[in-house]
């Protein structure tokens, strides 16, 4: 179900940062009739991730992750323990936990399904 998260980027400007590729992101989901729920920044040590998502009955906790490594990355080193621990937690229950990752350098972004091991290599 996550390959339904992969959407062309119609846009040659590169995203500056974090907000505005999750404002993309969101978009795109909203133009396809799921819904989205963000999670408020108030206590960012306690919040579990950027959101939860429901595409039709599919339903997943969301990070997103920003970044501008040029070969490989290590995307669940970027996350940080709070958010380690909730998306394990929900897998660890049958739910499912993802992390989408853009690349500042390529242009593009990767939807990963979480787990100890999501390292990503690049081509240049």
Not at 30 to 47: G, L, T
Not at 50 to 77: F, H, M, R, S
Not at 102 to 113: A, G, Q, T
């Amino acid at each position: 179900m996550k390959e339904k998260l992969v959407f062309p980027i119609q846009t040659s400007k590169h995203f500056a940062d974090e907000k505005t590729f999750s404002s993309r992101f969101w978009r795109q989901i909203h133009s396809n009739w799921w819904f989205r729920h963000k999670i408020s920044d108030m206590s960012i040590d306690a919040k579990p991730c950027d959101a939860v998502i429901w595409l039709g009955w599919y339903t997943c906790l969301c990070e997103i992750k920003v970044w501008n490594n040029k070969k490989k990355v290590d995307v669940y080193n970027l996350l940080r323990p709070n958010q380690k621990f909730w998306l394990r937690k929900r897998k660890e229950n049958w739910w499912n936990s993802i992390v989408v990752y853009y690349s500042k350098i390529h242009h593009k972004y990767w939807v990963l399904n979480f787990s100890n091991n999501m390292e990503l290599s690049l081509a240049e």
